[in-house]
Every structure is written in structure tokens, then in C-alpha cells.
């Protein structure tokens, strides 16, 4: 399935450049406007080191030991409330036991999310994540499937279903051609898919991936131990 068609392409190209037109002046003091973590400002960071906080806090999660709750909200509302410098994106399921900034120990700001059942990457994800990107500045995407996930599930039984449901299943089967019926495997699979996906068919995501910009990786996050690990 493709996710590059030329209108597609032109319609996005315009809508960056002239995000990135409208946005240029208020880059100018974004020194000014760090939150409480000052480290976690886009500008400061690696991608490797964006990948690092993502995983240290998912770390002090599973350890009970949050920090990000410690922070004035207040303050950091007041001073997201112009501007956003998201340090990493996610594409998640839309699933509810799956938190993200809980998970990730993240507050306000730190964390630009897009969540669709079966964390899949169709044009709308693409194009919210090449705009954290390209625009935002964030360091790493990371693509999360997670522990008894019901979109991989019904794409993996592929049974009859009602409404729209099964517009997932087309961007699911590839995982489910190479791992299933194992639900575990699958989506273990599918996040690597996913992330393959974006990090080579984006035109935005693509050049920044390769120049060493941004990393794009696929995870799995267990739903009994709290634990995110790589794919």
C-alpha cells in the first residue's frame, strides 16, 4: 500500500513550508521558553539522547519513582501555551491502558502523540509526525505496540467486523504475513514495520533520518510489567 501519492505529496510540501514560514519568528526565543526540564529543550538534544530520556522514564515508571508529577503544572502550562518544543513524537495505539506520558514519565509539552488503533501509519499519522519533525524539532519517533492489542488481534482472526473496522487490516496483514498468528510476534512486527515505513517512504522523515537528525524506532510495551522495550 502506498502512502506517497503525488497530490499527497504537493498538498504536504505546501503545508510545511508554509508552517515552517509562520513559525520561523517565534523559534527566535525558544531559550526563553524552557519548562522545569531546561535538558529536555528539542534544540539541547541528540537523537540518541532523546531515545535515552524516553527509556529512563519509562524506568522510573515502572519503579514508581515519577518526577514528572513533581513539576507546577501551572508553570507549565503558562509556558507551553504559545509554543510546543516536543523533545521525542510517538505513534501509539489508541488502546486506554496505554498512558503515553505516564508511561514515559513525560509532562506537558514533552511529548507529541498521535494514537490510532494498531499504531499504524497511515497518510494523517505520517503527515502529524513529519510536522513534530520538520517543524516541532523533535529528535525521535518512536512507533509502540503493546501487550493484547485488539486491532492485531482482529486483523490476525480477520473475521467479518462492522463499520469501518476493518480499514485497519490492510496496514496490519504485512505483520501478520510475517508473524502471526502469534499476537505477541505480530505486533512486535508490526511496530517494526511501522517505524521501517516512516523512516524510509516519509520524503519529509526520510533525509533527516538519514543525516543523522532523528531516529525512528519500534517498540513494545508489556501491559503487566510496565515495561517498554525495543523491537
Not at 112 to 140: D, H, P, Q, Y
Not at 178 to 184: H, I, K, M, S, T
Not at 206 to 224: H, Q, R, S, T
Amino acid at each position: 500500500m502506498s502512502f506517497s501519492a503525488k497530490p499527497l505529496e504537493v498538498s504536504r510540501r505546501r503545508f510545511l513550508g508554509s508552517a515552517l514560514a509562520g513559525t520561523a519568528a517565534t523559534l527566535v526565543g525558544a531559550a526563553d521558553l524552557l519548562v522545569t526540564k531546561p535538558a529536555l529543550a528539542q534544540s539541547n538534544l541528540t537523537p540518541d539522547q532523546a531515545l535515552k530520556e524516553l527509556m529512563d522514564g519509562n524506568e522510573r515508571y515502572i519503579a514508581g519513582r515519577f518526577t514528572s508529577f513533581d513539576e507546577d503544572k501551572q508553570i507549565l502550562r503558562d509556558r507551553t501555551v504559545e509554543k510546543q518544543q516536543p523533545f521525542a513524537a510517538l505513534l501509539s495505539c489508541a488502546d486506554s491502558r496505554v498512558p503515553i506520558e505516564i508511561i514515559f514519565d513525560q509532562s506537558i509539552g514533552e511529548i507529541f502523540v498521535t494514537r490510532v488503533a494498531g499504531n499504524i501509519a497511515t497518510a494523517e499519522i505520517i503527515g502529524s509526525l513529519e510536522f513534530g519533525a520538520a517543524v516541532l524539532g523533535t529528535k525521535v519517533i518512536m512507533v509502540l505496540g503493546h501487550a493484547g492489542c485488539g486491532a492485531v488481534k482482529a486483523a490476525i482472526a480477520n473475521n467479518p467486523v462492522p463499520g469501518q473496522i476493518s480499514s485497519l487490516f490492510p496496514y496490519l496483514r504485512p505483520a501478520v504475513d510475517q508473524a502471526g498468528p502469534d499476537l505477541v510476534a505480530t505486533t512486535k512486527a508490526n511496530a517494526a514495520i511501522q517505524a521501517t515505513l516512516l523512516s524510509k517512504s516519509s520524503t519529509v522523515l526520510a533525509p533527516m533520518v538519514k543525516e543523522g537528525k532523528l531516529k525512528i524506532v519500534g517498540a513494545y510495551y508489556d501491559l503487566g510489567t510496565g515495561k517498554v522495550t525495543l523491537v
